[in-house]
């Protein structure tokens, strides 16, 4: 049924309020917290990871770890990993001083256990347990990241968000110092917040109020390859703006269709090129017969143009791939895509530098070779992405 007013008005937690009805009925409302508890927040977790799950299949994401921070506590991880630290003499107590923002007379100075993370860069040392003597939060994601380097992980990226910048010094610290690695082990990625706008207009969220859009919801909308072009044509730490009209537009300012209706122009015109009317007639055009064309045919510099561009993407993914930056082949593949529209439309106003031209097949092989290669990098391009390269727009 409907939930009571008052409560958290989330209606994707009628599922599991149901599934426990059905499990437990109504014995749950008679049994103390500490016996409850650890059942509702057993299925809950389990239910939300596997919504988590289906909604990050639906935008092509998989996986293959899904590490729960209780595995650490459990197996002791936590605790070998600081004592790890503490026989390299990085652990003692100590007494920070006060936060900024605290003055002497509301700050409680005691002894804590810290890590000594200004010896590896960061601005103060950093405790790692509380006052109550559990671990801080820090504890746990040293742990975390030892494990992760001890499974042969010795290159790791983590994506964050950007309320968490803050945190980077003393992470890259104390990765640097459990592994005691020259190199750099950690390399993590701040990521802002998507704003979702519908006709420029702000869409109200609050999960507070229960109303919010979720991802498998945009995805259903727009489809998962606009979904995640328009996510990837933004530097990650660059707000984005993400405007259900706007991505479903067919203009120059809507990317993923800028970069994909090039790659269908160019598989129409080579369709066109073997066509009884349009081209020429049993023509054998493929890449092989391509291969052989001519290609000092190619003088304009609107071809030659392109031409250029295209002998940039060895370059731009070798950097894309070192720098953890994929927006970058995005950003390529729209300027590429600039490129053969500006050759398309120049033929328009110029018909022999068409790409067609019956009069003059050694230009037109050539030209067909031409892009032909153009739809190739696009097209290698967009899988990079895990973007489907489109063959004819509808």
């Known amino acids: 049924g409907a939930i009571p007013e008052g409560l958290y008005p989330g209606d994707y937690l009628v599922p599991v309020g149901q599934k426990l009805a059905a499990d437990h009925g109504d014995s749950l409302l008679s049994q103390e917290e500490a016996e409850w508890l650890p059942l509702v927040r057993a299925l809950s977790t389990s239910m939300m990871m596997d919504m988590i799950r289906e909604d990050l299949a639906a935008l092509g994401i998989k996986h293959d770890v899904f590490f729960s921070e209780t595995s650490l506590h459990k ?71 030892f494990d992760k380097y001890n499974r042969g992980y010795t290159n790791q990226v983590d994506v964050w968000g950007a309320d968490h910048a803050g945190y980077i010094k003393r992470m890259s610290a104390a990765v640097r110092a459990v592994t005691g690695s020259e190199k750099d082990v950690l390399d993590v990625k701040i990521c802002q917040l998507v704003r979702l706008l519908r006709d420029g207009e702000p869409m109200k969220m609050s999960k507070r109020s229960g109303n919010f859009v979720t991802l498998r919801e945009v995805v259903e909308e727009v489809g998962r390859d606009v979904v995640r072009f328009i996510m990837l044509y933004r530097k990650n730490d660059a707000t984005l703006d993400f405007d259900f009209a706007k991505v479903t537009e067919q203009s120059r300012d809507n990317p993923v269709f800028y970069v994909q209706y090039a790659h269908a122009r160019i598989c129409s015109v080579l369709r066109n090129g073997a066509d009884d009317e349009k081209g020429f007639a049993g023509e054998d055009l493929s890449d092989a017969a391509l291969s052989g064309a001519d290609m000092s045919r190619l003088s304009d510099e609107a071809e030659l143009a392109l031409i250029k561009q295209m002998a940039a993407f060895p370059r731009v993914m070798e950097a894309a791939a070192e720098a953890h930056e994929p927006h970058r082949i995005a950003f390529y593949l729209y300027d590429l895509a600039g490129a053969f529209h500006s050759l398309w439309n120049k033929g328009k106003d110029h018909p022999n530098l068409r790409f067609i031209v019956k009069e003059d097949k050694g230009a037109t092989l050539a030209r067909l070779a031409l892009i032909r290669a153009a739809a190739c990098v696009l097209a290698a391009g967009l899988e990079v992405l895990g973007v489907e390269p489109i063959e004819e727009m509808r």
């Open 75 to 145: 197996s002791g991880a936590v605790e070998e990993t600081l004592k790890l630290l503490d026989d390299k003499g990085l652990i003692y107590q100590g007494v920070l001083a006060p936060p900024k923002g605290k003055t002497i007379e509301d700050y409680e100075a005691r002894p804590q256990t810290l890590f000594k993370s200004t010896e590896f860069g960061d601005d103060v040392d950093r405790a790692l347990k509380k006052s109550d003597g559990s671990w801080t939060y820090f504890a746990p994601d040293i742990a975390y990241h």
